[in-house]
């Protein structure tokens, strides 16, 4: 079954790859400098409900007990919204199947899912939305259910490390288009632009070398 992302963006992309019936952009020309604007809607994304989730172990993955915690590595990332309720976004290329289990349903075409990188990313969220992503009390990575560009969103800040600074969006995949639109246009000063899969993957395993060291 072939799949599409709810988003197009105009530039020619120079790198894809076929998978899960998807074709996924692994590279633009010109992505030397940021910032990006990268399409992560084709990740596989699950909501995980009931009681008890820090018990259940799918794929290996722990759930955290406590939502303030989230959990991040190099092929998933995980985080307790409340008591009852998790979502999964799982990078990796051989996507999990949690079918078996009676609490996970799979909502990957239900969702956009973005990724901003750079020093910018900041700058840019301040032009489309009011949540306080930069809070001192914030511990990358964190969510927060809020409104971006008027719309029901979940935001992940992955981090606030400079260059390094990134920010996950997601929102309901009929508002995929006009978001990706709109977060161009809020980043034109800073010449935002869209960037492939392999600059996200990169970061993400960087971020996790240099936990491993701390």
Not at 37 to 48: M, P
Request: glycine share 8%; proline share 6%; hydrophobic share 45%.
């Amino acid at each position: 079954m072939r799949r599409f992302s709810p988003v197009t963006f105009k530039q020619t992309p120079c790198r894809t790859q076929a998978r899960k019936g998807w074709e996924v952009v692994l590279e633009y020309e010109d992505e030397a400098n940021g910032p990006h604007l990268i399409d992560l809607s084709h990740i596989g994304k699950w909501d995980v409900q009931g009681e008890k989730l820090s018990t259940l172990r799918p794929a290996g993955i722990v759930i955290p007990e406590d939502p303030e915690i989230c959990m991040l590595t190099e092929s998933f990332f995980v985080n307790l919204i409340k008591w009852n309720w998790a979502t999964i976004w799982h990078f990796s290329t051989d996507m999990p199947d949690f079918a078996d289990h009676f609490a996970f349903t799979n909502i990957t075409e239900a969702y956009a899912l973005f990724a901003l990188l750079g020093k910018e990313v900041f700058s840019i969220m301040e032009k489309v939305s009011a949540l306080d992503l930069l809070s001192a009390e914030g511990n990358p990575p964190f969510l927060i259910l809020g409104p971006v560009l008027h719309i029901r969103s979940q935001v992940v800040v992955l981090s606030k490390e400079g260059e390094q600074s990134a920010v996950l969006i997601a929102c309901p995949r009929g508002y995929g288009q006009s978001m990706a639109e709109a977060l161009l246009d809020a980043g034109e000063e800073w010449e935002l632009r869209p960037g492939g899969e392999d600059l996200f993957t990169g970061m993400v395993a960087l971020m996790n070398k240099q936990e491993r060291k701390i």
